[in-house]
Nanobody
Framework: QVQLVESGGGLVQAGGSLRISCAAS????????MGWFRQAPGKEREFVAA????????LYAPSVKGRFNISRDNAKNTVYLQLNSLKPEDTAIYSC?????????????????WGQGTQVTVSS
């Protein structure tokens, strides 16, 4: 059983940056591809970014590509999401997720474990 705990969310002005983290425990972190998802009020959860087990392959949603960067540190059992050039529409609860599948995926159903999320609010 893998436990995931996000941190680093907060309030930031439009155009600003933020880095959020997700610490994993209870499993062999390098055995899991990791993803970030977000859910805004009144909207469905959506894919943001994913990174492969070794960190050499990434996938991004078109809405964040070029602005966000996902990375991982397997020695620290942590995955990061760097959010740059933030927009008010990026406001959401950001959750990390882990999948035992070999290939990274943008599909919610591919992920086995989920964190509780961290709030990111972007003011205009």
């Amino acid at each position: 059983q893998v436990q995931l705990v996000e941190s680093g969310g907060g309030l930031v002005q439009a155009g600003g940056s933020l880095r959020i983290s997700c610490a994993a425990s209870g499993g062999t972190f390098s055995n899991y591809a990791m993803g970030w998802f977000r859910q805004a009020p009144g909207k469905e959860r959506e894919f943001v970014a994913a990174v492969s087990r070794g960190g050499d392959s990434t996938l991004y949603a078109p809405s964040v590509k070029g602005r966000f960067n996902i990375s991982r540190d397997n020695a620290k059992n942590t995955v990061y999401l760097q959010l740059n050039s933030l927009k008010p529409e990026d406001t959401a609860i950001y959750s990390c997720a882990a999948t035992g599948r070999r290939l990274i995926s943008g599909s919610l159903i591919a992920y086995d474990y989920w964190g509780q999320g961290t709030q990111v609010t972007v003011s205009s």
